[in-house]
């Protein structure tokens, strides 16, 4: 199995940008493929944009194509998520899964989770 542990949340001002990374540890790394999920306060759980075990391709939810960017680093056992332009709608819990085979959106089909870090966009 994989250890999946995130950071680089916190508090930033709309128009801003963070990155965060999740770290993985365990059973190779490389042969996951990775995903970033958010949860607000309130509402459920939702896909935000997942990479296969290469890194050659990715998926994004529609509404974030554009501002956010997944990617990973193999060598490093990291994934990221680059952040743009954040919005007051994009605070949330934001949680890495990793998965056998699947990069879609679908959280259900992911076996490993993070424990989140915190994403607060406020002025």
């Known amino acids: 199995q994989v250890q999946l542990v995130e950071s680089g949340g916190g508090l930033v001002q709309p128009g801003g940008s963070l990155r965060l990374s999740c770290a993985g540890s365990g059973r190779t790394f490389s042969t996951y493929c990775m995903s970033w999920f958010r949860q607000a306060p309130g509402k459920e759980r939702e896909f935000v944009a997942a990479i296969s075990s290469s890194g050659r391709n990715s998926n994004y939810a529609d509404s974030l194509k554009g501002r956010f960017t997944i990617s990973r680093d193999n060598a490093k056992n990291s994934l990221y998520l680059q952040m743009n332009n954040l919005q007051p709608d994009d605070t949330a819990v934001y949680y890495c899964?990793?998965?056998?085979?699947?990069?879609?959106?679908?959280?259900?089909?992911?076996?490993?989770w993070g424990q989140g870090t915190q994403v607060t966009v406020s002025s």
């Open positions: 899964a990793a998965s056998i085979g699947y990069y879609g959106s679908e959280s259900t089909r992911y076996n490993y």
